[in-house]
């Protein structure tokens, strides 16, 4: 399982992807439907994703769609 944190901003999310409590991979994702999805698609089933929540989010969770 790897744990993938997104710090997500108006036009791109910060990713960093843990796996063991090691950063293993770091990249920018622009916030654009093909490049997002493309991200997405990498994701494993098993992967927990952790999303900053801060600004006017109001600390709302949401949960994935099952498969």
Do not use: C, N
Not at 10 to 22: I, K, M, Y
Not at 40 to 57: F, N, Q, Y
């Amino acid at each position: 399982m790897q744990i993938v944190g997104m710090d997500i901003h108006r036009s791109f999310a910060q990713v960093a992807v843990l796996e063991d409590g090691t950063i293993i991979r770091q990249l920018r994702v622009d916030l654009v439907h093909d490049r997002l999805v493309g991200f997405a698609k990498t994701l494993r089933l098993e992967d927990e994703v952790v999303i900053e929540v801060t600004g006017k989010s109001g600390g709302r969770t949401y949960s994935a769609p099952a498969r």
